[in-house]
Each structure stands twice: as structure tokens, then as C-alpha cells.
């Protein structure tokens, strides 16, 4: 069978191919249609979520009468694509996500899911189109996503390893200064800055 559009790069697009990643999450809902092909929706709802690949024994058919699962290398990927860790399958990751959201924002108590995604859908999306940011180099922390010579490179340490749908083929050391163009969405970058540590593809390591 052929493989559907249903996994996502670091700029948030859907693809086919036959590669597997370590999370699997949606975008709102359903935007497949009864042949598993997509139009032109990419997402249902704001709530674009980062879940495991396996939760309470539950076994789903994949693009059947649900919302439309789509699958991610790993969490850096995701963060990039503009999604959040899943309040019911990822409960202490997501509850760590909005605590340290909380902390770098200065508020008083941490925030609801849909007030996180009111932010993140502003800031991943520019019209229908991924939005980039510019940030110093320096500044950046690890799993953050860039674009250089048009492929996306994702920060770990002092380098910067170049992405593919099945895993990282290239390093070359992170520059220390000058502007990035950045695709990791600013309250991502704030909360990764803060202390969360995403789960990285074994191809990173």
C-alpha cells in the first residue's frame, strides 16, 4: 500500500513516506477524506498536540472515521511544526510544558491548553504558511529548528544536524553569532530555554 501524507517536517508540511518516528499526534481533528487523501485543510482545530505512539491498549485505524493521525521523527520535529505535548497520553510533559510556560510568561498559575494554543497558532502560522522567526544564534536552545541552505537543521549543543524524514544525516558545528531563521515557534523556544529536554531520534545521539 502506498504510504499516506501523514508525516510532518520541521516546517509543519504533510508528506508521504514509508519512514517511522517516535510521536504520533493530530491537528484538531479529522482533514482526510473518505479516499485517505487530503485537500486543502491542513488543520481542524488550533489544538495541534504531540501524543506517544502507544496509550492504554487503545488500536486505532489509521485515517479511518477519526481525526487524522499524523507522525513525527521526534519531538524537536514536532515543537518546529508549531504542536504541544498531549494533555491525556503525555500528562506530566504536558503539565511540565505549561509550568515552565508559566514561569518565562511571569504568570500566576499555568495555562489552559487553549490558551497556549491561541498563542503557538499565531506565531506557526503566517496565513495558511509557516511563519519563521528571527533569532540570534546564541540565543537559541537545543531543539531548536533552523533553515540554512534550505534544508532545516535542528540545534543540539555546539552543532547543528541536519534533518530528513528518517533520521539526522549531517553535523557541522552551530554558528555563535548572526541571525537565525528560526521555525521553532518564540513560546517553544522560551520553554525549551526554561528546561524541558525534548525526546530526540536515536540518530541525533
Sequence with gaps: MRPLQNRVDPSGALFADTSRGLFMGNRGGRIHNKTKTLGTRRWASKQWICCV????????KVWGDSYTELFFLDEPTAFAAGHRPCFEC?????????NLWAKVSKLKERPRAAEMDNVLQAE????????HHQRDFADLPDGAFVVLDDAAWAGRGRSLLRWTPSGYTERK??????????????????????GYEPRWHPSAG
Design 53 to 60: 505512539l502507544e496509550f492504554n491498549n487503545r488500536h486505532r
Design 90 to 98: 503525555r500528562r506530566k510533559d504536558a503539565e511540565l510544558f505549561a
Design 124 to 131: 506557526r502560522l503566517d496565513g495558511r504558511e509557516k511563519r
Design 173 to 194: 558545528p552551530k554558528p555563535g553569532r548572526g541571525v537565525a531563521d528560526v521555525l521553532t515557534p518564540p513560546a517553544t523556544l522560551a520553554v525549551l530555554s526554561a
